[in-house]
């Protein structure tokens, strides 16, 4: 069983529908969670950080973090075609460094 | 503040050769982590560095290797060069480690290995 589990995709939606991209992970005891997004041929760059149980909001982006299930997900309200990107769940495991552990990103397409 | 800088941002060596790639942090950030990007690996965790000391390697053989200097600029050095090491590897800075600090990445480094 992979760290940080993501489905690759790709994930077509219309414009202005709601995108929902998941991620699980397997180590219980992780605290930090993180969802990047990368255009191709660019760097990943932070959308969201979350680290209790519930939902964070930031405009049309919401995380949500469910730790007893041990499952992570985004949602994208009203997307756009410019939000067509692979999509990054990243975890920090429970131990003291820094160490990001990354899922294989999930491709999203939205259709104008 | 300027963002996560690395340099160069291209390269094409031959197998057998040796590369040393350069990440200066977000000024104030003292945790310096190295990635690994391929196609069919994903993004793969290198080593970290704090007030120039490593605090965590990842599953990679010692060709690889890296130190921190006392500005918290970084460099990471590959030895030997496989064509298997054909890859962006990108270089993130956070305040600090240990927290849940956010980590911020440059805009890598694409190495080509002929």
């Known amino acids: 069983q992979k760290e940080v589990e993501q489905n690759s995709g790709p994930l077509s939606v219309p414009e202005g529908a709601i995108a929902s991209l998941n991620c699980t992970y397997s180590d219980r005891g992780s605290q930090s969670f993180f969802w990047y997004r990368q255009y191709s041929g660019k760097s990943p760059e932070l959308i969201m950080s979350?680290?209790?149980?519930g939902d964070k909001e930031d405009g049309r982006f919401t995380a949500q973090l469910n730790k007893a299930s041990q499952y992570v997900s985004l949602l994208i309200r009203d997307s756009q075609p410019s939000d067509s990107a692979t999509y990054l769940c990243?975890?920090?495991?429970?131990?003291?460094?820094?160490?990001?552990?990354f899922g294989q990103g999930t491709t999203l397409q939205v259709k104008p | 503040k300027a963002g996560v800088t690395q340099t160069p941002r291209y390269l094409i060596k031959t197998r057998g050769q040796q590369v040393t790639l350069s990440c200066s942090p977000i000024s104030g950030h003292r945790s310096v982590s190295w990635y690994q990007q391929t196609p069919g690996q994903g993004l793969q965790f290198l080593f970290e560095y704090f007030s120039e000391t490593q605090r965590n390697k990842g599953n990679f053989p010692g060709r690889f290797s890296g130190r921190q200097f006392s500005n918290s600029r970084s460099e990471m050095n590959v030895s030997t060069l496989e064509l298997g090491d054909s890859a962006l590897y990108l270089c993130?800075?956070?305040?600090?480690?240990?927290?849940?600090?956010?980590?911020?990445f440059g805009p890598g480094t694409r190495l080509l290995v002929l």
């Open positions: 993130a800075s956070s305040p600090w480690t240990g927290g849940g600090e956010t980590q911020y």
């Open positions: 990243a975890v920090k495991g429970s131990s003291n460094t820094g160490k990001l552990i």
């Open positions: 979350i680290y209790s149980n």
